[in-house]
């Protein structure tokens, strides 16, 4: 996806300016008037099976429209009371945060939002967590033993990682992490931190999965993913069949910081009540078991544990402070990123 593209279909640009790039006129099912329709910016793969298990466990007629989450953050905002959307399952806060900015969230139960870890729901109870995802830095042991004791990513700028550092530029999580920089160092400690990150001369891949292999084979040294990469690495070629291991910063630092998956009722719809009982079954202990191990994501419900993966406790991580509502700014990301020339 080109800049121009993703600044387009990115929720926070089209706050201002909305398009009609996924509009319902894009061949897809019609939506039903009667079903609980579910707007997934979760990819398909990832999700289908729980969302399939939702409809069989709960009766409740599902229907849902797959995209990217700022996609179909733009296409909620550009609806509005208009649309058909029940349910907003997003791959991450900031676009939740804008559609809820722009009131299109219901305000959702305190039995819900207290279900989940501290932390893990909406201040304005607006959203709710359904699943956890943290930054680490992969590393190759016989390159780099030293990112063991790593507490702030602003280590791998160091310039004995010149050529050495592998990224995958237009993946979100990754532009999630530069607005967790922005947020926390401001627009110019921000810019600063990239242009020097430029100028170590980071490789870039297509996405975060060729960015572990690339340190796995000793391409690099060391790269920047999330944690259930190399989770599901191990699962399937086993602990001795990968070379690649990942260190938690654990620190209130950008370079650790935790994002969600989450889910927001919209404003207005005639399916609440269906939608509300979808809310509380993916936060019920089969929906919490289902993304520890199907996806490696960690639960955000206290007391479930994966049986597939041996996931380090989220709440023994310690991770970036910054509020998850303030990474809804995507295109000044996408912006500053085109700017230091990262795209």
Request: hydrophobic share 40%; glycine share 8%; aromatic share 6%.
């Given at each position: 996806?080109?800049?121009?593209?993703?600044?387009?279909?990115?929720?926070?640009?089209?706050?201002?300016?909305?398009?009609?790039?996924?509009?319902?006129?894009?061949?897809?099912?019609?939506?039903?008037?009667?079903?609980?329709?579910?707007?997934?910016?979760?990819?398909?793969?990832?999700?289908?099976?729980?969302?399939?298990?939702?409809?069989?466990?709960?009766?409740?007629?599902?229907?849902?429209?797959?995209?990217?989450?700022?996609?179909?953050?733009?296409?909620?905002?550009?609806?509005?009371?208009?649309?058909?959307?029940?349910?907003?399952?997003?791959?991450?806060?900031?676009?939740?945060?804008?559609?809820?900015?722009?009131?299109?969230?219901?305000?959702?139960?305190?039995?819900?939002?207290?279900?989940?870890?501290?932390?893990?729901?909406?201040?304005?109870?607006?959203?709710?967590?359904?699943?956890?995802?943290?930054?680490?830095?992969?590393?190759?042991?016989?390159?780099?033993?030293?990112?063991?004791?790593?507490?702030?990513?602003?280590?791998?700028?160091?310039?004995?990682?010149?050529?050495?550092?592998?990224?995958?530029?237009?993946?979100?999580?990754?532009?999630?992490?530069?607005?967790?920089?922005?947020?926390?160092?401001?627009?110019?400690?921000?810019?600063?931190?990239?242009?020097?990150?430029?100028?170590?001369?980071?490789?870039?891949?297509?996405?975060?999965?060729?960015?572990?292999?690339?340190?796995?084979?000793?391409?690099?040294?060391?790269?920047?993913?999330?944690?259930?990469?190399?989770?599901?690495?191990?699962?399937?070629?086993?602990?001795?069949?990968?070379k690649v291991e990942i260190h938690f910063l654990n620190a209130d630092d950008p370079g650790a910081l935790v994002n969600v998956a989450g889910v927001g009722v919209i404003a207005g719809s005639p399916q609440k009540d269906a939608a509300l009982k979808a809310v509380d079954f993916l936060l019920s202990a089969e929906g919490q078991r289902y993304f520890a191990?199907?996806?490696?994501?960690?639960?955000?419900?206290?007391?479930?544990?994966?049986?597939?993966?041996?996931?380090?406790?989220?709440?023994?991580?310690?991770?970036?402070?910054?509020?998850?509502?303030?990474?809804?700014?995507?295109?000044?990301?996408?912006?500053?990123?085109?700017?230091?020339?990262?795209?």
């Amino acid at each position: 996806m080109t800049l121009r593209r993703a600044l387009a279909v990115s929720a926070a640009a089209l706050l201002a300016l909305t398009t009609a790039a996924c509009g319902q006129d894009d061949g897809q099912e019609p939506l039903s008037d009667d079903a609980l329709v579910i707007y997934s910016g979760r990819n398909e793969n990832l999700v289908k099976g729980i969302l399939d298990q939702l409809e069989e466990r709960t009766g409740i007629d599902v229907q849902v429209r797959y995209g990217t989450s700022s996609e179909l953050a733009a296409q909620l905002l550009e609806e509005g009371e208009g649309t058909k959307a029940d349910l907003f399952f997003s791959q991450d806060a900031g676009a939740l945060g804008a559609v809820a900015k722009a009131g299109r969230l219901e305000t959702l139960p305190a039995a819900t939002l207290d279900r989940v870890q501290e932390g893990f729901a909406d201040d304005g109870q607006k959203w709710v967590a359904t699943s956890a995802r943290a930054r680490v830095i992969a590393y190759d042991p016989a390159q780099a033993p030293e990112v063991t004791e790593m507490t702030t990513v602003d280590a791998v700028l160091d310039p004995k990682y010149k050529g050495r550092i592998g990224f995958a530029p237009t993946n979100a999580s990754f532009q999630t992490f530069v607005t967790a920089l922005r947020v926390t160092k401001g627009e110019d400690g921000a810019r600063e931190w990239l242009e020097k990150f430029k100028a170590n001369e980071p490789k870039a891949f297509d996405n975060n999965i060729l960015v572990l292999d690339a340190v796995d084979s000793g391409q690099v040294a060391l790269g920047l993913v999330n944690h259930y990469y190399w989770y599901e690495r191990v699962a399937e070629k086993g602990a001795s069949g990968v070379k690649v291991e990942i260190h938690f910063l654990n620190a209130d630092d950008p370079g650790a910081l935790v994002n969600v998956a989450g889910v927001g009722v919209i404003a207005g719809s005639p399916q609440k009540d269906a939608a509300l009982k979808a809310v509380d079954f993916l936060l019920s202990a089969e929906g919490q078991r289902y993304f520890a191990d199907e996806t490696a994501e960690y639960p955000v419900v206290p007391g479930i544990e994966s049986t597939k993966h041996d996931l380090v406790p989220l709440e023994q991580l310690k991770g970036s402070s910054v509020d998850l509502n303030q990474l809804d700014s995507l295109d000044q990301t996408l912006a500053l990123l085109d700017e230091v020339g990262l795209t």
